[in-house]
C-alpha cells in the first residue's frame, strides 16, 4: 500500500519549501490577514485540524456546537468587522449543515470562505463514509465553489476564494477538499493574493453619462426620495452616501439590510421601508416624483404588489450587481458601479438643496404612526410588557452604541423599527432568508468581528430554540454577548398572519419553552428573567454591565401584533396601522 | 407578449461543475431547457453553451444577466431565430432490406437531403441536419417504413451579428490564456492508495 501522501524530495533553492495541502491551506489564512476561524472537526478535514494545531498563536478557532452555528458565526462576524467570516466543516453532514448558513450568507451577499473536507479524491462517487456531493449541494447557494483532489491547487485556490468572496457584491465560497489533497506534500512556492481573474468582473464600468442623466432627474425633481441598502455598508461608503444626501437634501429610508448604514438621528433619515416599516416612507413612495434606489434590490417584503409600486416615479438605481438593475422595479436611468465611486461623481453633479415641504410630509406620516402605533407600543398603558418598550429602554442604555443582532420573527421588526444606531455595522439579522436561530450564533461571531463593542442578541423564544446549543461556544469561549430573550410564548409573526388572514385559526404557532435562565446557568451563564416593567430597566442594566455572557428572559405580551404593516399582495400605500 | 423561442449562447471558462452552475439558472426558476449543447469555441480555452428555451423576452433577458453574473462566465448573448443560423443534427437507423425492397424509401431519403454513414447488412444510418421541423419530418416520413432508432443533437447556433465580440474573444484568450483544468487523477487507485 502506498500513502497519497508521498513525500517529494526537498527543495535545494530557498524559494520553495515542503509543505502539506493543510499547511498550505492555513498559510493563505495567514496571509489573508484571518484571525478566528469558526469550525467543527471531522474524520475528512482532520488533517487540516492537525495542521491547526501549530498554528493556534497565528489562527483562532472557535469550536462550536453545531456546523450552521459555525456559519452564522462567520457571517456575524462578517457582517460586524466588514471582513471575509472563514469557516471549516468536515464532510458529508458536516458539508450539509453548512447549507443554510450558505443560503443566508448568498442572498444577503455575505463574504465567506467556507472550508469543508471530502473523502480521499479515489473515493468520490463510491458513496463512501460521510460523502457527499457538497459541491452541487452547494452550487445554487455559493458565490463561486471548487474542489480541490491536488494539493498544488490549493494557493490558488484559496487566493481566488477570498478574492471572489469579498470583491463585487460579496458573498460565500465553498472549497471542499479531499483528504489526500490534505496530505499531500508539495513544493510550495508561498501566497501569491489574487487581484483578477479574467472571467469575473466584480464591479461594472462606472458609465458618467448615466450619471450625469440621473444628477439631471434629481436636479429636477420636487419630491425627491432616497432608498438604501446593504450596499452602503458592504461598499464601506456611508460618508460618501451622507454627503450625497446632505448635498442634495433628499429624505432617505432604509430597507433591513441597510440600516445603520445612516444614524437613526440624522435629520434626513425618514425611517424603515417595507412591510413593517414606517408609515410615511411606505407611503410616500408612491408620492414621490424620483426614486433613488442606492445599494439595494427591491426586494418583495419592500416593494409590496410591484404593480402599484412608485409607478408615478422615475427611478435612479446605483447597483454594483448589474442584473438587480431592472430585475424587480424598472429603472429610467440605471447606474452600474460601486457606489464608494458612483455616489462622489453624482454629488458632484447635483445641486444643493432642501426640500423642507416634502421632509416635512415624511414628519406628518410620522406623527399620525406616533398617534396610532409607536406611541402605545414604547408606552404602553397595560400591565403586558411590549417589545418595543424593552427596545426603547435598551436603546436608553446603550445610547445607541450597541451592535445589535437579532433572529428572526415579530421581535426582529420591532428591534430594527425602534433600535437606535450610532453607527455603521451596527444591525446584524437575516435579511433575505429569513433564518430563524440565526441570532444567538451570529452574535457569538460579531464579538469576535468588533471584540471592543457591546454586542447584544435579542432573540425571540421560537428562534432561540433552533440553535440554543451554541450557549455550549459561549460558556467554552467566554464570548461575551447579552443575550436578550423576548419569549412571548408564540411563533409570533405566524401567529400574527393566522389571526389577521386566516381567522385567528392558531396551527401549531403555540410554544413551550425550557427554563432559559436555569438553561444558562447549567451553561455557567448568568441569567434572569423579568415580567414587571418596574423591573425591567433594572435587569437590562445588569444584563449590559455584567462582566461577561449574560441572558435575560422578558415576557411580552402573548398576542401583540407588529404594526404598521403592509399586508401580502397590497400596494405599500395601502400600509395598514392597525 | 408571447412565449417566443430563444437561444442563449454562454461563453464560459472550461470548468468542472460549471454545467450544473448554468443548469440550475434554469431549473431554479422551473424552465425547461429544450435544448443544450457545450463545445469548444473558436478561442482555445474558452467554451461555448448554447442553450434553447421558449420564454418571454423579459425573463430571458434577466436570466442572461444571472448566468452572465457567474465568475466563470464570461458573457451572455440571448437571441431570436431571427438573428442567429441554426442546425440540429439527426440519425436515423432503418432496415437496410426494407430500403432495398423499396426504391420510394431512397428517393424519400434523398429528398430530405439525408446521406448515410452506415450501411450494413442489417440497417442503415443516415444523417440529416437542418432546423427542427426538417429533421421531424423525416420521421414522420419514415415511420412506415419502419424507423429502428432516432436521435437528434442539441441545437448549435451562430450569431449573425457576431463580428466584433469574435474579434474580442481572440484578443482576450491570446492575451490572458485560460487555465488548466487539473481532473481527479485517482479514480482508478482504488485499490492502490491508503485511506480511511
Known sequence: METLATVQEPSLTKATRTINGSQAVLEAFVAEGVDTIFGYPGGAIMPIYDALYDYHDQLKHILVRHEQGGIHAGQGYARASGRVGVVFGTSGPGATNLVTGLADAMIDSTPLVCITGQVFAHLLGTDAFQEIDVINITTPVTKWNYQVTDATEIPAVLAKAFYIAKTGRPGPVLIDITKNAQLQQFEYEGYKPCSHIRSYRPKPIVRKEYIAQAAELINQAERPFVLFGQGVILGKAEKEFKTFIEKAGIPAAWTVMGLSALETDHPLNVGMLGMHGNYGPNVLTNECDVLIAIGMRFDDRVTGRLDKYAKQAKVIHLDIDPSEIDKNVKATVGVWGDCKETLPLLTKLVESKVYPQWVNRFKEHLEAEVTEVIHDELNPKGEVLTMGEVIRNLNELTGGDAIIVTD????????????????????????????????????????????????????????????????????????DVKILI???????????????????????????????????????????????????????????????????????????????????????SEIRLK | MQKEEFTITVYTENHIGLLVRIATMFSRRKINIESLNTSPSEAEGIHRFTIVINEFEEVVRKLARQIEKQVEVLKAYYNTNEEIIWQELALYKVSTDEIAEKAKVERLLREHGARAVVIRKDYTIFETSGHREETDKLVEVLAPYGLIEFVRSARVAIIKASHGFHEKLREFEETEPGEEQIENEFLDKQETVFSM
Open chain 1, 408 to 479: 428572526v420573527g415579530q421581535h426582529q421588526m420591532v428591534a430594527c423599527r425602534y433600535a437606535k444606531f450610532n453607527q455603521s455595522k451596527s444591525n446584524i439579522t437575516s435579511g433575505g432568508l429569513g433564518t430563524m436561530g440565526f441570532g444567538l450564533p451570529a452574535a457569538i461571531g460579531a464579538k469576535f468581528g468588533a471584540p471592543d463593542r457591546q454586542v447584544v442578541t435579542i432573540i425571540g423564544d421560537g428562534g432561540f430554540q433552533m440553535t440554543l446549543q451554541e450557549l455550549g461556544t459561549i460558556m467554552q469561549n467566554e464570548v
Open chain 1, 486 to 572: 423576548l419569549n412571548n410564548q408564540f411563533l409570533g409573526m405566524v401567529r400574527q398572519w393566522q389571526q389577521l388572514f386566516m381567522d385567528k385559526r392558531y396551527s401549531f404557532v403555540d410554544i413551550a419553552s425550557p427554563d432559559y435562565v436555569t438553561l444558562a446557568k447549567a451553561y455557567g451563564i448568568a441569567g434572569q428573567r423579568v415580567n414587571k416593567r418596574e423591573d425591567l430597566n433594572g435587569a437590562l442594566s445588569a444584563m449590559l454591565n455584567h462582566k461577561g455572557s449574560f441572558l435575560l428572559e422578558v415576557m411580552v405580551g402573548k398576542e401583540n401584533n407588529v404594526f404598521p404593516m403592509v399586508p401580502q399582495g397590497c400596494s405599500v
